[in-house]
């Protein structure tokens, strides 16, 4: 039987946190690291807190990012050169768009690891519970050494394909559907309100019918509640919706909708939303 992969997490944020304890729970030697240290050390319990870094892939088999970007992914691997082990793969998780996932598995290349794409389905709830879906794109070789880490993590892992982004472009077209519904909900509470009614009302009558979904109730009663305690912040969904309409300009595709998407945000994020959950895009009205 071989020896569990020792594994790397670099990112500890809002969805960092809950995957690193899920990988520890699953008996994975583990490193953490974090931009703002501060936010890896409550993980001292169930993993080793690296102070570089450098500190955190030595030696490491498998190492994941989960931060905030393309840039700060980037910025943060450079710092690996080095470091990583000749046998390393790179499973990268943050949402970076088309483009930024062509430049990091660029960067995979020069620093001399295998890469593979991972963003994943899910918010802070899922995350913690290892209920995430995993979109994974990468060498068929590596998939089964990332087994045990893919599985500790989420519910279940879909392979798309071996390479060119695909499952940061099944993201993308994901998170599309997720924005667009938080959206219409939002929309429809403020109609009802704007034409005099209770906007609980919406909510119940939509309640076990054909368009109904858990999702429109969760978010849709804490939009009505006030209740925007980040499962994903607003800023993190601004910036997602970003690499939509990029990547729906890129290939074609009319971004009315993801404009008119943005437009909200950016209207809830001025008005001091930007940390809180993405449901306060509600204030953008």
């Known amino acids: 039987m071989s020896a569990a992969p020792t594994v790397a997490l670099l990112g500890t944020g809002t969805m960092g946190a809950g995957m690193a304890r899920n990988l520890a729970a699953a008996g994975l030697p583990l490193r953490v690291w974090n931009r703002t240290p501060a936010r890896a050390e409550p993980l001292a319990d169930v993993a080793t807190v690296a102070d570089s870094v450098a500190a955190a892939v030595a030696g490491a088999d498998v190492?994941?990012?989960?931060?905030?970007?393309?840039?700060?992914?980037?910025?943060?691997?450079?710092?690996?050169?080095?470091?990583?082990?000749?046998?390393?793969?790179?499973?990268?998780?943050?949402?970076v768009g088309v483009a930024g996932a062509g430049r990091l598995a660029s960067l995979a290349a020069d620093l001399g690891v295998r890469y593979v794409d991972a963003p994943v389905l899910g918010t802070k709830q899922p995350a913690e519970s290892g209920a995430l879906v995993v979109l994974a794109a990468g060498p068929e070789d590596v998939r089964e050494r990332l087994r045990p880490v893919l599985d500790a993590v989420g519910q279940r892992t879909m392979w798309v394909g071996i390479g060119g982004g695909a499952a940061t472009k099944l993201k993308l077209a994901a998170n599309a559907f997720v924005l667009t519904l938080l959206e219409g909900v939002a929309q429809s509470l403020a109609t009802a309100e704007a034409l005099g009614l209770d906007p609980n009302l919406f909510l119940e009558a939509v309640k076990g019918g054909a368009v109904d979904a858990p999702y429109v109730q969760l978010k849709g009663t804490a939009m009505l509640e006030g209740r925007f305690d980040p499962a994903f912040t607003l800023s993190g969904a601004h910036k997602d919706a970003g690499l939509?309409?990029?990547a729906m300009r890129t290939?074609?595709?009319?971004?009315?909708?993801i404009e008119a998407i943005r437009a909200h945000q950016a209207s809830a994020i001025a008005s001091g939303h930007?940390?809180?959950?993405?449901?306060?895009?509600?204030?953008?009205?």
């Open 63 to 95: 190492v994941v990012t989960m931060l905030f970007d393309e840039e700060s992914t980037a910025a943060t691997l450079s710092d690996a050169r080095g470091s990583l082990a000749t046998h390393a793969v790179w499973v990268q998780s943050a949402t």
């Open 251 to 257: 290939h074609g595709v009319d971004t009315a909708v």
């Open 244 to 246: 939509i309409e990029e």
């Open 274 to 285: 930007a940390d809180d959950d993405m449901a306060a895009t509600y204030r953008g009205r």
